[in-house]
Structure formats: structure tokens, C-alpha cells
């Protein structure tokens, strides 16, 4: 006879809960009929709001509170759990997912006798029963060390963003990572208004044998007359091949992927951003394609490795194979596990969208090079004498002699001016004169220090020891979100530089131009971001301390180990932090990054910019209460800082608002404001676009933006209602929804918004929660 519970349905066997729907899916394809799998869509617990949801004075005894949104969740996974003969808790394996298993095993009541946990590091059928067979304990010490984690975080957020809104400006916030992210990124701008250019004369030959062949002089020249020099040297010179040099050279293939260097090598070579990156190879890892994807580890399992090599082998023959074990080098790497890899490399492409099958490709390809035997290649140099100068040109050559892991990847670098591989040269022997067909000295330029790239921070992160694989992501996110940070394509600027040319015995100079200093993607720290940096490093030095960071984290990954207890790390944390706050508060004066940049030529009066209510600005005069006399506000634009704006450029935010003329008989009007650069005509604003300057652009171009934003206008409007002028169908950003008596309500997609009627639109509002009440109930679930 079969058992039935209270609710007259047969007892669960095993419930088995997971933290994502699509992980659910996946996993209960590989369990049979007496399995069931549920999710918990994420976290279901955080800490309180009120009183930091830490008791400070009880040993910080944190106090977890049930999301609302999570509230039904709960009760849900209580009632099955209830059923249920045996818990699985199977959420991720490293620290994050253990704290969601404490979590639910404390949320939902479970028993230890009818808990199980388990863990794998890829989703596959032969990992998920490996796991079934091999259950555990949940792990108190990667629980407690994430919960360190959380609570210095809070207790850092908690006090330290209150001390900014006070001193700084309101509404801001600080961390302890993100601080630390932001400092880098403002130390190496600061590296960059620094930097002096120096020039130089690189001298490039082009000579002939039976074939051409290009060399460069082995030194760099200092300035226009040493130049000059050289060539009319080079002019009554014979060129003749010194010596040649032959050496055998080999390149070996990068380890699989870690979280960081996937991140890194996706921006390279896809163009992804941190963020995408990590959201694709959750998929990919949720749908079984690859193993979980956040670690620090590079090292392969020996199943992997075998079934690797079975690729290798299978695919380009035995010559390509090399078996390698890679060890980690990471400061500080978290819990042993595998590399990112494919659960089965003998499956190349995969099925999903064009984002998942690129990452998934790019993650095959590095791991089948890992095993795969070294390039082989032969460099040739070859040395060419100058008669008339001591000086030497070199040539260069490479030739590929077996391609190896070649054949499938090669690692990109972050290095702009990273050569190209060079070309083969012709057989030459000491001895042997060249003909000079041209020889050219070319002005160059020293480069200043590179702005990062979100790829780019992640490596500096790491090297520092700042944050691990489950926190570059949100990081940099954060910077971002925060206006920290900027992430921006900027423009270069045009340069002059001159070319002397010594060509069928003349020499002839030129004077060209270029466009340097270009910028696609890269991190741009804010006026703001400076400001909050500088405050923190005055009065908070610890938190800002890349050290002092990466010590942090390394207690953390002791806490993980059982070596130190959380709380007593925290206490000694939280201490003097606190007592540092309490000093700041009380001593420290109100900051608004103020720089005086000189006194206006047409009144005398200073020029000031500093932080102001909406960002940063440009002021001419002192303040209204100092002089009796208001003084004159501008908003800086977007690309310039408080800390490197100069007088000219300041004086010139003050010709705006400008008038560039009249259409429809009323003034066009571009002026800077709160959002940026716009046109105003009629009362109404249109943005500017990014490649318009306002302070050059035309009245042509003016209107043109005018009429567009009356599209956009026309466009926005679906519908309206004669019999309720309040009622109206608009287009928005993602997509069309209903306007009502200053509320918004969201159409169900797929309906054809043309086709609702009144009384459509009528059911919609009274049965759909408006959006700004759904914001207000979020906001209340947060407090």
C-alpha cells in the first residue's frame, strides 16, 4: 500500500533544490521518477535593514531576514520538504553556494538526519550521480567565511556611505573592493595627466638582395638633428650583412581558463563585458555545456584530460598531443577546483544563441590547446653594417616550422602596441651587399601609461590580490552603476610629426599628421570618483590599501579553511574602523574638491571648479553669502575633470547656453545641463548626440535634432481615447504600455498593442499592479 500524506499525494522520495530554474531543468533530465528538483531562484535570505542586521554588541550575530519576493519560495519548498523522505541541497560548491544551502536548511527547518548536501562542478549525468553516491555535511567554514564577507561589507557600507553623504555629497556610497577598484583606476588617470611625451626619430630601412627586406636601426634617435645625421651618413654608406643568427624557438599554449582570464580573453577576442561574459557561462554551466564557472583554479581532472586528448588525437593526429597539468598561481585561489572547461571536449559546437556558441567556442579551443604539443619555430637576425656609422640595422625573421597548438588558439595580450608576427627573410650570408632602396627616420612619440579596460582591471585585480571570481563582476559593475567610473569611447586628438626620407641619394623632410590617443571602451574615472577616492585615502587609508585588501581576503580564505575564527576576525576589522568613522565625523571638514583655476579676464572674479548638486562645475565668483553677489554656474561636460580642466577650457562652458539661431521664428538654443548637451527650442530639450560638440555645432544640425525628437514624439503615441483623455498607449523603451492618471502599467507581450480597445486598456489597470506601486512595494520589502 502506498503512503499518502495529509494533502492525499504520495510522500515525496528526494527533493533535490537548486539556485536557478535553468539548473533544475538540466539536473532533473540525469534523475529518475523519485527524484524531484526545485529551485530557490537565488538567495533566499539577507541580512536585515534595521540596525545594519548585525547585532554588533552579541559577537555580531548577524540577523537574516526572508526576502518577500523569496516569501512564497519558502513556503513552497517548506511544504515539499515537509513531504519529502530525503533533502538534496545541491547548490553550487564554492562559498556562495554553500551560505544558499545554510541558508535553506536553516529557512526551511530541515532536519539533519533528512538533509543531504551535494556538489559538482559540472552538470552532467555522470557528475550528478557521482554527487548522489557522495553526499555531505554542509561546510560550516565556507559558510562562516562567506558570512565574513557579508557582514564586513555591510558593516563597511553601513558607515562609511553616511560619512560621504555628510562630507562629500549625498546620495553616495563606498565599499571596501569597490574602493579599491576605484583607486586603481584613478591612480593610473592621475599616471596619465602626469605624463610628458617625449619624442624621438625611429629609422626604418627597406634594402634589397634578389628580394626585399626591411630592418630597423638598433637604436632610437634623440631628436631631429641626430637624425638628419644618419641619413646623410647613410647616403654615401655601403650596406653589407654583418653576421646572421639562427635559433630555434618554441611557443607553448596558455593553461584552460580561470574566471579572470575568461574574462579577460572574452573582452579580446568577443568583445564582452565582464558582466556578459559571467551571465553567458552561467548559462552555458546551468545548460551542462561547461564546468561551473567561477574559480581560480587551471588545473583538469584526469577524466578530462583523457577525454581531451582523445580529441587531440582523433582530430589532428598523435604529433599534436601533449599532455600538460598546469598549477595555479593566483594569490590567494579559493577551493581546488577545475579550470573552465567543456563537460565533453569532443563536442565542438554547441546549440543556443550566437553569444553562448562564440564563448563556448572560445572555451573549447583553449582548453584543446592546453593539451596540444608546442609550436616549433626557427628566428633568423640578421645584423647590416653601415660603412659611415657605427650604428647597425637589424632584421628580423621568423619561420613557423610546426604549428602545434597554433593549429586551434593563440592568447591575445592587452598590449596596443603589440608588433605582428614577423615574415620570413631570404637566405643571406655574411658578407653580402644590399642595395638601400629607401631609408626613413620617422618622429615618434613616447606612450603614456594605458587607460584599463574592464578586462584589464580584472588582471590588476587579481595581481593585487583584490576580490576573487565571484566578485570582479559585481565590482566593476558597481563602479559603473555608482558614476565612478565611466565606461567610454573617446576620440584622439591630431599630432604632427616629421619624416626625413633619404630615397635615390636626396633626402627629403615631410611634415604629416596623425590621430593619437584614441580610447574604445575603456574606464574613465568620474570628477565624483576622484573626490570619494581622496576622502577615503585621507581618512580611511586602510580601506583604499591595496595590502591591506588583498590581507582581508586572505583571512577570508583562512576562515574558509578552519584556521581563524570569523567573528574574531571581524572584531578586529571593525574596531578601530568604527572608531575611524566616529573621528571623521567629528573632525573632518565638508569637501567638494574645490580647485582654483585662475580669475576671469572680463570681471577678475575666481575661477572655481568643484562638486556641485548635480555633478561637477565651473563657478566665476565666491559664494553668495561671502560677496552679496551670485556667482555664475556651468556644468563641465562629460569627458573633463575638476582635476585637469584648465582656465581656457572652464571660461568656455560659460558661452553656453548660446543662441546658434532661429527656427520657426524661435531661438535654437545648445546649452550643457544635469543630463548632458542639448538643444532647446520652444521649451522643449533634445539630447545631443555623442559625436555633436555643443560648442561648435550649426543650426542645421540643431534643427535636425529638433525634428527627430518630434518623431520620437509622434512615435511614442499608440493610442489615445477621445471619451478619457488620461488614457493613452505609448511606446517606451521596452516596449509599448499604458498610461494612466500619472501611472504606468506593463502590456502582456505578444499582444498587439494597436488592437486594444478602451475597456481592453480598462482590465489592464485594474487587474495589473501599476509599475510605480510595484517600485514602492520593492522598496518597502528592502527596509
Request: aromatic share 8%; with cysteine; charged share 30%.
Amino acid at each position: 500500500m502506498p503512503v499518502f500524506t495529509p494533502y492525499n499525494q504520495p510522500m515525496l522520495k528526494n527533493l533535490v533544490i537548486v539556485e536557478s530554474p535553468a539548473k533544475a531543468k538540466t539536473i532533473e533530465k540525469f534523475l529518475g521518477k523519485d527524484f524531484t528538483v526545485k529551485s530557490s531562484f537565488g538567495h533566499i535570505r539577507d541580512l536585515a535593514k534595521k540596525n545594519f542586521g548585525i547585532d554588533i554588541e552579541n559577537n555580531y550575530k548577524p540577523e537574516y531576514v526572508v526576502s518577500s519576493d523569496k516569501s512564497k519560495v519558502v513556503d513552497e519548498l517548506k511544504k515539499l520538504a515537509k513531504e519529502a523522505e530525503m533533502v538534496w541541497l545541491a547548490s553550487d560548491e564554492d562559498r556562495e553556494g554553500e551560505a544558499i544551502a545554510w541558508h535553506l536548511f536553516e529557512a526551511l527547518k530541515l532536519h539533519p538526519d533528512k538533509t543531504k548536501r551535494i556538489v559538482f562542478h559540472e552538470i552532467t549525468k555522470p557528475a550528478i550521480e557521482a554527487a548522489i553516491k557522495n553526499p555531505r555535511s554542509i561546510d560550516y567554514d565556507l559558510v562562516n567565511a562567506q558570512q565574513a564577507r557579508r557582514v564586513l561589507d555591510r558593516l563597511v557600507g553601513f558607515e562609511l556611505s553616511p560619512v560621504l553623504w555628510k562630507k562629500v555629497k549625498p546620495s553616495l556610497s563606498a565599499g571596501r573592493v569597490q574602493s579599491a577598484a576605484v583607486k586603481v583606476i584613478v591612480e593610473r588617470e592621475r599616471e596619465i595627466i602626469e605624463f610628458k611625451s617625449d619624442n624621438f626619430f625611429r629609422v626604418n630601412g627597406l634594402f634589397e638582395d634578389k628580394t626585399k627586406i626591411k630592418a630597423e636601426l638598433n637604436t632610437r634617435l634623440s631628436n631631429h638633428k641626430k637624425a638628419l645625421e644618419l641619413l646623410e651618413q647613410c647616403k654615401v654608406s655601403e650596406f653589407s650583412v654583418a653576421n646572421v643568427t639562427k635559433k630555434p624557438a618554441k611557443k607553448s599554449p596558455a593553461p584552460p581558463f580561470t574566471t579572470s582570464t575568461l574574462q579577460q580573453e572574452a573582452s579580446r577576442k568577443l568583445g564582452f563585458s565582464v558582466s556578459q561574459t559571467m551571465t553567458v557561462a552561467q548559462r552555458l554551466y546551468e545548460s551542462g555545456h561547461i564546468t561551473y564557472m567561477r574559480t581560480d583554479s587551471v588545473n583538469l581532472s584526469k577524466t578530462a584530460i583523457d577525454a581531451v586528448k582523445s580529441t587531440v588525437v582523433s582530430e589532428f593526429g598523435h604529433k599534436y598531443h601533449k599532455t600538460r597539468t598546469f598549477k595555479t598561481k593566483t594569490k590567494g585561489a579559493q577551493e581546488a577546483h577545475e579550470a573552465i572547461r567543456p563537460t565533453y571536449p569532443d563536442k565542438q559546437k554547441i546549440s543556443g544563441n550566437s553569444t553562448e556558441q562564440r564563448l563556448y567556442e572560445l572555451i573549447w579551443k583553449r582548453t584543446i590547446a592546453s593539451q596540444m604539443s608546442d609550436a616549433s619555430l626557427e628566428k633568423t637576425t640578421v645584423t647590416i653594417d653601415i660603412s659611415k656609422s657605427e650604428n647597425k640595422f637589424i632584421a628580423s625573421g621568423e619561420v613557423l616550422l610546426f604549428d602545434g597548438f597554433l593549429r586551434v588558439y593563440f592568447e591575445s595580450t592587452d598590449d596596443e602596441n603589440e608588433e605582428t608576427t614577423k615574415g620570413l627573410l631570404p637566405p643571406l650570408k655574411a658578407g653580402d651587399i644590399l642595395t638601400a632602396l629607401e631609408i626613413t627616420a620617422t618622429e615618434r612619440f613616447t606612450q603614456r601609461p594605458p587607460r584599463y579596460t574592464e578586462a584589464s582591471l580584472v588582471k590588476k585585480l587579481e595581481e593585487l590580490g583584490i576580490g576573487r571570481p565571484s566578485t570582479y563582476a559585481p565590482t566593476i559593475s558597481t563602479i559603473l552603476n555608482r558614476g565612478y567610473v565611466t565606461k567610454d569611447d573617446r576620440p584622439g586628438a591630431d599630432r604632427n610629426y616629421q619624416v626625413i626620407l633619404l630615397k635615390n641619394d636626396k633626402i627629403v623632410e615631410k611634415i604629416k599628421t596623425e590621430t593619437h590617443g584614441a580610447e574604445k571602451s575603456k574606464l574613465f574615472p568620474s570628477s565624483i570618483g576622484m573626490v570619494v577616492n581622496d576622502f577615503l585615502v585621507k581618512h580611511f587609508p586602510n580601506i583604499v590599501n591595496f595590502n591591506f585588501t588583498a590581507s582581508v581576503e586572505k583571512e577570508f580564505d583562512d576562515i574558509a579553511e578552519g584556521k581563524l575564527n570569523w567573528t574574531d576576525m571581524i572584531d578586529r576589522f571593525y574596531r578601530p574602523f568604527h572608531d575611524s568613522v566616529e573621528t571623521t565625523l567629528e573632525v573632518s571638514d565638508y569637501t567638494k574638491g574645490e580647485r582654483q583655476l585662475g580669475a576671469d579676464p572680463k570681471t577678475g572674479k575666481p575661477v572655481i571648479v568643484r562638486i556641485g548638486r548635480f555633478g561637477p562645475i565651473a563657478q566665476i565668483g565666491e559664494s553668495e553669502e561671502k560677496t552679496g553677489e551670485k556667482p555664475k554656474f556651468a556644468s563641465l561636460r562629460k569627458n573633463q575633470l575638476i582635476e585637469s580642466i584648465t582656465l581656457e577650457e572652464a571660461l568656455d562652458l560659460f558661452k553656453l547656453p548660446r543662441t546658434a539661431g532661429q527656427y520657426e521664428e524661435k531661438d535654437v538654443v545648445i546649452g550643457i545641463g544635469r543630463f548632458g548637451p542639448y538643444v532647446r527650442h520652444e521649451s522643449k530639450f533634445v539630447s545631443l548626440k555623442k559625436e555633436d560638440d555643443p560648442m561648435s555645432i550649426k543650426l542645421d544640425r540643431a534643427i535636425e535634432l529638433i525634428e527627430e525628437g518630434r518623431q520620437r514624439e509622434r512615435d511614442k503615441y499608440i493610442k489615445v481615447f477621445e471619451n478619457d483623455s488620461d488614457m493613452q498607449v505609448l511606446n517606451g523603451r521596452w516596449g509599448p504600455f499604458i498610461k494612466y492618471k500619472g501611472e504606468n502599467y506593463k502590456i502582456t507581450k505578444g499582444t498587439d498593442a494597436h488592437a486594444l480597445s478602451y475597456d481592453d486598456c480598462l482590465k489592464i489597470v485594474e487587474t495589473q499592479p501599476s509599475t510605480k506601486a510595484k517600485r514602492k512595494k520593492s522598496a518597502k520589502t528592502k527596509k
